[in-house]
């Protein structure tokens, strides 16, 4: 049977939640099996020379009915009989409260006023294996190495080769473990509860745990500490404030040339106010871990605290400056901090100091950042797939000049050792055949290994019919078009040469060859449309891979019915959120169970009148496996309501991608957003039968239904979903604050669901495939989210680097003063120029342009003679603060000002004898063109005052 070419294509082995554990049969599914079974026709006859003989009749040796594989197959059962013990006791641990004696042999009474200490445990009893584990609790400062006291393993009960089983633990009595008496005292509720339930035996209240005395021994010895100098702690405070650390978030960017952008994390000890700063290592940089070591920070100076690190206090020190420190009461999100003349910008801060602020009457707010965040530089550009060599060898092409090999390679290969031999084989005929193409009738073999198929036509004796290969072997895409684009059905928007072929097509699967399944053939190369083959059966090696194989037909059944209803409603274009939104009378996400049903009807009768697809029913019996998946049963009454929106995140997963979709997939992933590409890591998951109802996972940790989660629940569920691996934890922030509807630093997360998951494909084919987007590649860099427009966002935001672009220009222009503005640059041109080398070749330069010995230059002279020192020295002078001081100096460019008082003006930053130079400057200052108006006297007398040469 290994080498037979079998195919089967419809998958309903087990039902939703099978994948991660098996679950048998009942008998009367087994009754089921036995009959179907007896009915199979035994092995085809072959020739000695091994080759089969011919397949005619073949209507019948093939299964051509459901009966035995579909929507009939009955559930299997989970009655608690045949279910093995491992499967109910799995994960369930008892835990025991114990204590043991341990006699005190160095020192006697004297650490002890009994002689021993009293060690206090937890004995967990795992009822999988029976295997025990105990911990020791920690107590703080005790001197005592705690913690796991005796690793998870099988012990016997002494003098006996009988594991331990749980009536062993009985509460009041001692219980001896490696020659160790235990005494038991108590046990949790569930323990409690498994005992009343399960063995029907109640277990005994509570005991005392003994007073060793050495606690109260302890603390009559300890030795009290002192007060600091200078210092108004108190003991209560200290003991309220020692481990009390806020935390906030920060970024800071280098606004000269080539200035780079650093983020940082600061820490604020409330204890005694101090403050460290570490830099969040990042690749490419060396790695320096902190800004600024513990210690108090003053307020807009540059004077360094006494003590080590200014963390202790030791009283004033007269010979300094009077300061003030920043407190907690200056750190607020969406302000900067002055480090040492080092503008910081606080982000955000975590929820512990969040709450914190609250109680002390401040409201912190993060801010909003824009989940377009950028998080790295966007990959080479990809070019559009030419139809030559498969799209994973174009990708890899794409990235280096010798092919790479790429995860979906070392994946294909493991999945081609894993299904080597295994060809699926099914029955099909042509669809609206006429004439004696009617009785035509083919074989398609779909080979696991690769995911080729092959097309192959038995003869028919005197048809006139040549049999044969019908179709090559290969792989085909099937062929799905969308309705409305252009006003014509088939505009060419398709993956194929020149962008021809199906909108969402997508490669060929074997789950599409199901009973009564349409499918259409395309061409990969040239997008051409083949034809259609309708599946009427298939052998029974087909139906024992697609039931046993769990690898390669992970999925259940509810999956694959959502994902060929996604199928259709998607080239349909329906906008099947809204139309379930509409439905939604009460707002609540929730629809009566008949009401669902009356919804999903209404939607296929209104596919089927796009006539765009053909449209089959969901028949009843599989739509209503689709509510018992998502339906929630009431506790009052009994009434099953369904979650609409699950329905219609899932048939998102399921749905097609657009071939423009794919297009963009080759381009990298810095071409997509943050919501596509967690949409991704979802598909990847429902294709694999993992984890993919992110909403369902929001749900179960919204305990009061309110819609909204805190920042750690949010990113629990993303560790859940494995978002982890494809953004950074600046990203996910970013993304729960554009959600953030109540800017209280909770997470909308419906909203966000809702802009993960297009529910409307209506808008959804459109942003991908619509006539704006036909004939142009994707541009990388540019809008990243085609959905943007369509996407109701909760908020708008700015990225990290245009609000620090933003803070760095207002700190620049100090809101308009001039005099700040003027000592800001007098300290830069100070810290550049005053030492005595590069001043003494400042003044060098500006010397040289004075030829006549006046001690003046203008401001073309004294910007050239900074321009070139500069070079000299390779100084990191911003230009900005250059053009301010020669404009302010230099009021037009003839002015000339003796260099030697200038440099003393701007070195000594005194901005009040700037002031005075720049009017003294502008008052001696004469026009040159006045200068032709001024009559000469002397040469007037010589001509006797007849020649005039300056008369109107």
Same mark, same amino acid.
């Given at each position: ?6 195919v ?16 048998? +049969? ?27 003989v ?11 009915? $459901? ?9 299997? /059962?989970?009655?608690? =009989? ?12 008892l ?10 042999r160095?020192g ?11 060690? @206090? ?47 062993? !633990? ?17 046990? #949790? ?9 399960e ?12 007073? #060793? ?18 210092s ?12 009390l ?31 460290e ?5 990042? @690749?490419?940089? +060396? ?9 108090k920070?003053?307020?807009d ?5 006494n ?16 300061? /003030? ?22 982000v ?11 109680? @002390?009457?401040?409201?912190?707010k993060?801010?909003?950042? /824009?989940?377009?965040?950028t ?5 080479p ?24 090999i ?6 294909? !290969? ?33 080979f ?35 309705? $409305?684009?252009?006003?014509?059905v ?10 021809? $072929? ?11 060859f199901?009973l ?14 083949l ?30 019915? %959502? ?16 139309? !379930? ?5 009460? $707002?609540?996400g ?44 009431s ?8 979650? !609409? ?33 967690m ?17 369902? /996972?929001?749900?179960? %940790?919204?305990?009061?239904? =309110? ?44 909203s966000?669901c ?51 672009k ?29 030492r005595h ?5 400042l003044?060098? +330069? ?74 003294? =400057? ?15 006297? @002397? ?8 020649l ?5």
């Amino acid at each position: 049977r290994g080498s037979s070419e079998y195919v089967p294509s419809e998958y309903v082995g087990h039902a939703r939640g099978a994948w991660f554990k098996t679950r048998p +049969h009942s008998k009367s599914n087994d009754a089921d099996a036995q009959a179907s079974s007896a009915g199979a026709l035994p092995k085809r006859p072959s020739t000695a020379s091994g080759v089969p003989v011919s397949l005619k009749p073949l209507q019948s040796t093939w299964r051509t009915t $459901g009966s035995d594989f579909g929507s009939t197959l009955p559930r299997p /059962s989970t009655a608690g =009989s045949s279910r093995p013990k491992w499967e109910h006791v799995d994960k369930v641990v008892l835990r025991f409260f114990a204590y043991f004696r341990e006699p005190i042999r160095e020192g006697g009474s004297n650490d002890s006023k009994s002689g021993f200490r009293i060690r @206090q445990c937890t004995i967990s009893f795992y009822l999988e294996d029976n295997s025990i584990s105990i911990k020791e609790q920690k107590v703080l400062n005790s001197g005592l190495p705690q913690g796991t006291f005796m690793k998870r393993m099988k012990l016997f009960k002494k003098g006996t080769k009988e594991n331990y089983e749980p009536k062993d !633990f009985v509460i009041g009595e001692e219980l001896s473990i490696n020659y160790r008496s235990f005494m038991i005292v108590d046990a #949790d509720k569930k323990t409690r509860e498994y005992f009343r339930n399960e063995l029907d035996a109640a277990l005994p209240p509570s005991c005392g745990i003994p007073d #060793d005395g050495y606690a109260d021994l302890r603390a009559s010895r300890s030795i009290p500490k002192k007060s600091r100098p200078g210092s108004a702690r108190m003991k209560g405070e200290f003991y309220n404030k020692d481990l009390l650390v806020l935390t906030f978030k920060c970024a800071y960017q280098d606004d000269k040339l080539y200035g780079e952008r650093r983020d940082y994390l600061l820490y604020y000890y409330v204890l005694n106010d101090t403050i460290e700063i570490k830099e969040v290592a990042a @690749q490419g940089r +060396h790695n320096f871990p902190n800004l600024l070591r513990r210690q108090k920070l003053p307020k807009d100076s540059l004077y360094v605290p006494n003590g080590i690190g200014g963390a202790i206090e030791t009283g004033p020190d007269t010979m300094r400056e009077d300061v /003030s420190y920043v407190t907690y009461k200056d750190l607020i999100c969406g302000k900067t901090l002055n480090v040492y003349g080092r503008k910081v910008l606080l982000v955000s801060c975590d929820q512990t100091s969040i709450d914190w602020f609250a109680k @002390q009457g401040i409201v912190q707010k993060p801010l909003k950042l /824009s989940v377009e965040e950028t998080e790295g530089p966007a990959g080479p550009k990809v070019p559009a797939y030419n139809g030559y060599g498969s799209e994973d060898d174009l990708y890899a092409m794409g990235m280096s000049l010798e092919p790479a090999i790429i995860d979906r390679k070392l994946e294909d !290969f493991a999945r081609f050792m894993r299904a080597k031999g295994k060809v699926l084989r099914f029955l099909a005929k042509l669809v609206d055949a006429k004439g004696q193409d009617k009785d035509r009738e083919f074989v398609i073999n779909y080979f696991l290994a690769t995911d080729q198929v092959s097309v192959y036509e038995p003869p028919i004796r005197n048809s006139g019919i040549v049999g044969g290969l019908f179709l090559a072997k290969g792989q085909y895409k099937k062929f799905i078009r969308a309705a $409305g684009i252009d006003g014509e059905v088939e505009t060419p928007v398709g993956g194929g040469r020149g962008g021809r $072929g199906g909108a969402l097509s997508r490669w060929i699967k074997p789950t599409d060859f199901h009973l009564g399944a349409e499918v259409t053939f395309e061409m990969p190369s040239t997008g051409s449309k083949l034809f259609t083959l309708v599946v009427k059966g298939y052998d029974d090696y087909t139906k024992k891979i697609m039931e046993s194989d769990k690898d390669e037909f992970p999925q259940s059944r509810t999956d694959l019915d %959502v994902s060929r209803l996604s199928e259709k409603f998607t080239a349909t274009k329906l906008p099947i959120r809204l139309i !379930f939104s509409e439905a939604d009378k009460f $707002g609540t996400g929730m629809l009566p169970a008949e009401e669902f049903k009356k919804v999903v009807r209404a939607i296929e009768k209104e596919a089927k009148e796009t006539g765009t697809i053909k449209i089959f029913d969901l028949p009843e019996d599989e739509l209503e496996l689709i509510i018992r998946d998502f339906g929630e049963q009431s506790e009052e009454d009994g009434s099953v309501s369904v979650h !609409f929106n699950d329905f219609v995140d899932l048939m998102v997963l399921g749905a097609p991608r657009t071939a423009r979709e794919y297009e963009r997939d080759r381009q990298g992933t810095f071409a997509f957003s943050v919501e596509e590409r967690m949409l991704k890591v979802l598909r990847s998951h429902f294709e694999e039968a993992g984890t993919s109802r992110l909403r369902k /996972s929001f749900r179960d %940790v919204d305990k009061d239904g =309110s819609g909204f989660i805190s920042a750690y629940l949010y990113k629990t569920v993303l560790r859940k979903h494995k978002f982890h691996l494809i953004m950074t934890e600046r990203a996910a922030d970013a993304l729960r604050m554009q959600y953030d509807t109540n800017a209280d630093g909770t997470l909308d997360y419906n909203s966000m669901c809702d802009a993960i998951h297009p529910g409307d494909f209506d808008k959804y084919v459109d942003a991908y495939i619509g006539p704006t987007t036909y004939g142009e590649k994707p541009k990388v860099g540019g809008p990243k989210n085609p959905l943007a427009s369509t996407i109701k966002s909760a908020g708008e935001g700015l990225t990290t680097e245009e609000y620090l672009k933003k803070m760095n220009d207002e700190n620049f222009s100090f809101s308009g003063d001039l005099k700040k503005q003027l000592l800001r640059a007098f300290n830069s041109f100070s810290s550049c120029f005053a030492r005595h080398n590069r001043k003494k070749q400042l003044r060098k +330069h500006m010397t040289a342009f004075d030829i006549y010995h006046l001690g003046t230059v203008t401001k073309e002279q004294f910007l050239s003679a900074i321009d070139d020192v500069t070079a000299e020295f390779f100084i990191d002078f911003d230009e900005r603060d250059r053009d301010l001081i020669s404009d302010y100096l230099f009021a037009n460019d003839e002015i000339k000002i003796n260099y030697e008082r200038l440099l003393k003006v701007i070195c000594t930053r005194n901005v009040m004898e700037a002031e005075k130079l720049r009017k003294e =400057s502008m008052a001696s200052h004469v026009d040159s063109d006045k200068l032709f108006l001024v009559v000469d006297e @002397q040469r007037a007398r010589d001509f006797g005052g007849t020649l005039n040469l300056f008369s109107t």
